[in-house]
């Protein structure tokens, strides 16, 4: 076993991976990575609080080796007064007490390592908690201190400073800016948070700010990790002058300009790009993306850097993964994309080219903890804009079964794809969105901020079914469970479908086993033509797939069967569905 250690810092080696040895440029793991989400608060609960955590995770890693995916992001586990699911960190390199502390996430990354899963830590470098003793101390500091100049305080507007400095909206809602009070209780300046107000946005024009973060992330990777994903990477720097803006009305919550997600306008192009907003994908970003790049270089081993930018046009986008920037970035019109055959073959295609141009692979995403589960997204019936969530008084309510089996199809089709694939926990089940939750039980702050007029995300978080007839399905051994379970999730947890021809669970495992034995991830596709418009049918390697996006079935080639995603009947692909084949010679 390899210990890395970086120069200047304590040895506080975990694990590492035996396969730190330098790769072949060009074959490295990440390229192909099937890389699996856990939501540590509803992942799995050791202690019985109710509150997934660290020991939890850990006992089930093997079923997710089982699973065969290559490695596991852990969303943020670090200390936070959880105001936004620990995306508001108190403390970068300490684990929050509900989740462990720093030996239990050692013990976790050890096993994960034994078991040869990488492991990818969540950094959210935008903001930091208003908890946190840096913005305390900027809050204690004088005006135009250096102390506060590590967040962006401003003077408020008009002849009592009582009219925020810009009009900036916060991605969940309401204002951007909150005024502070100063020790002697007059009002006194504001700070900007594109987030929660208890989410105040740095300064990262600030050369103490960059520094900080470079002491987390060698504190990270001294202790083993594999990479980061970094949190709002679009969002970093603000345009100078923090100049005005509004914001077009189909941009979505995060502003990313995702064009029509739904796809209800017939003919609108995936590259159309709404301007770009002064709060997000400024230019000045790369430079600090350069200097991690440096500092993740000199370690041991091809440690990553994922970015979560909602940066449209796509080819835009692709300037994070320049081969001096990040190493990937999530595919968001990928998941944005309706499960319509010219559109999942127009964004397919422009992937492949946008990322190869700069040497990227691409990536594919269907679903994580801040969108509505694709299980549900794709049956819904209405529009339904990114981070508004779906509640029960929320219009264009999905059609169960037909969104579990577009899911299955679509997953299928996915998974074919050449470069990397993230999953999000639960979706190897079938999970749906869960629509009725109750009012009193929502904690996403975009529910609070818009008083309810968005839903927001809790429907997508709600804790792991694992075991069918335990106590909350298995994830919390005393019943506990943060947002309530479905009661009839049964048939969904774990242990109803592992081992059972066609469950969505064994379907996953299928489809991830045959395409590292394909080694799909590494592959290349062409079109297969001959289909019509809704079926979106290529060959990657000896695979042939064949997705129905429509309504008619489709007769199959001559191939031997690998994978469907429905039963076949009589060798027809019936709609909403996927399957693999391997040519006929
Ligand atoms: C990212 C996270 C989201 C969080 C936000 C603010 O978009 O994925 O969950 O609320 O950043 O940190």
């Not at 987030?195 to 002491?215: I, K, T, Y």
């Not at 987390?216 to 100078?240: N, P, Q, S, T």
């Not at 502003?255 to 003919?267: I, K, R, S």
């Not at 418009?533 to 007769?555: K, R, S």
């Amino acid at each position: 076993m390899t210990i890395t250690q970086s120069e200047g810092t304590a040895a506080v080696a975990n694990s590492v991976l035996p396969a730190r040895i330098p790769t072949v440029p060009g074959t490295e793991w990440w390229r192909s990575a099937v890389i699996y989400q856990v939501y540590p608060r509803s992942f799995a609960d050791a202690s019985g609080d109710g509150i997934g955590d660290l020991q939890g995770i850990t006992s089930r890693l093997p079923h997710l080796a089982q699973l065969g995916i290559d490695a596991v992001w852990l969303s943020p586990f670090f200390t936070s007064p959880q105001r936004d699911g620990g995306y508001d960190v108190a403390d970068y390199c300490d684990v929050d007490p509900l989740f462990g502390t720093l030996d239990d996430f050692a013990a976790f990354e050890d096993a994960a390592h034994e078991l040869g899963l990488r492991v990818i830590v969540d950094l959210v470098p935008n903001h930091s908690s208003s908890d946190h003793v840096w913005f305390q101390e900027a809050l204690a500091a004088a005006e135009g201190s250096p102390g506060r100049a590590r967040y962006l305080f401003r003077d408020g507007k008009g002849p009592e400073g009582n009219i925020p400095p810009n009009n900036w909206d916060s991605v969940f809602g309401g204002p951007a800016w909150t005024r502070t009070t100063n020790p002697d209780g007059s009002a006194g300046q504001w700070y900007l948070h594109l987030f929660d107000s208890s989410q105040p946005d740095f300064d990262w024009q600030n050369p103490w700010v960059r520094e900080q973060f470079r002491a987390v992330l060698r504190f990270w990777l001294d202790r083993g990790v594999d990479g980061f994903r970094v949190d709002v990477a679009h969002g970093m720097i603000k345009a100078e002058g923090l100049p005005d803006y509004t914001a077009p009305a189909d941009s979505g919550s995060m502003g990313g300009g995702q064009v029509d997600p739904l796809g209800l306008e017939p003919e609108v192009q995936v590259t159309e790009a709404a301007p770009t907003p002064p709060y997000w994908a400024q230019d000045g970003v790369h430079e600090i993306y350069r200097d991690w790049r440096e500092l993740l270089d000199e370690y041991s081993g091809d440690r990553v850097l994922v970015a979560e930018a909602w940066v449209d046009p796509m080819a835009k986008l692709a300037q994070w993964v320049r081969p001096d920037e990040m190493h990937q970035a999530f595919n968001f019109a990928y998941l944005g994309t309706t499960w319509t055959g010219p559109r999942m073959r127009r964004v397919i295609d422009e992937s492949l080219e946008v990322f190869s141009s700069v040497g990227a692979p691409s990536t594919w995403v269907l679903s994580n903890h801040d969108v509505v589960r694709h299980a549900s997204r794709l049956a819904l019936t209405a529009e339904n804009p990114q981070g508004h969530g779906i509640g029960p008084a929320s219009p264009g309510q999905p059609l169960p079964e037909l969104g579990l089996r577009r899911a299955r199809a679509a997953s299928a089709l996915m998974l074919a794809l050449p470069g990397s694939a993230y999953l999000y926990q639960g979706e190897e089940l079938g999970l749906p969105e869960v629509i009725n939750l109750p009012d009193e039980s929502r904690l996403d702050p975009t529910w609070f901020r818009t008083n309810g007029e968005r839903y927001g995300r809790d429907g997508c978080r709600v804790p792991l079914p694992w075991e069918a007839n335990a106590t909350a399905f298995g994830f919390s051994p005393t019943g506990e469970s943060w947002l309530p379970q479905p009661a009839d999730w049964a048939p969904f947890a774990r242990d109803s479908q592992i081992g059972v021809a066609g469950s969505t669970l064994e379907l996953y495992r299928l489809a991830l086993a045959l395409r590292a034995e394909y080694q799909l991830g590494f592959g290349s596709i062409g079109w297969l033509p001959g289909y019509g418009e809704e079926v979106v049918a290529l060959q990657n390697g000896p695979v042939t797939v064949i997705a129905n996006t429509g309504t008619v079935p489709v007769e199959l080639p001559v191939g031997e069967l690998l994978l469907c995603s429905e039963e076949l009947v009589g060798g027809i692909l019936s709609p909403d569905a996927t399957v693999w084949l391997l040519a006929a010679h």
